[in-house]
């Protein structure tokens, strides 16, 4: 498994997203990619909240990892980011069934 460790050793909340707009190119190492970014500093800068009340931008980051290839997540709120999965995934299937290509 490969942890990029969203929030350490960035001294920057740029760092951190520029790690995500990124994230997609650590699929060529063919290991797991884990995201960690459950009510970080940057999410906080991003939003203006503060950490206790950062679940929905976590929920985001979730949904855009998964996306971008993330397999793991390590989160303090488990059902809003159960749902952002479940939506992220719903579209990843609909990406990759026949015919989608073309608006069937």
Known sequence: MLDPGFGFAKETADENFALMA????????????????????????????????????????TAILRLMGASLFRVHNVAINRDALAVADAMLAARHKPGAEHGA
Not at 33 to 40: I, M, P
Not at 42 to 60: K, M, S
Request: hydrophobic share 40%; charged share 30%.
């Open 22 to 61: 990124r994230f997609e190119e650590l699929a060529s190492f063919g290991l797991p990619l884990l995201a960690g970014t459950s009510r970080k500093r940057f999410l906080g800068t991003a939003t203006g909240r503060d950490a206790r009340d950062r679940d929905v931008a976590t929920a985001a980051t």
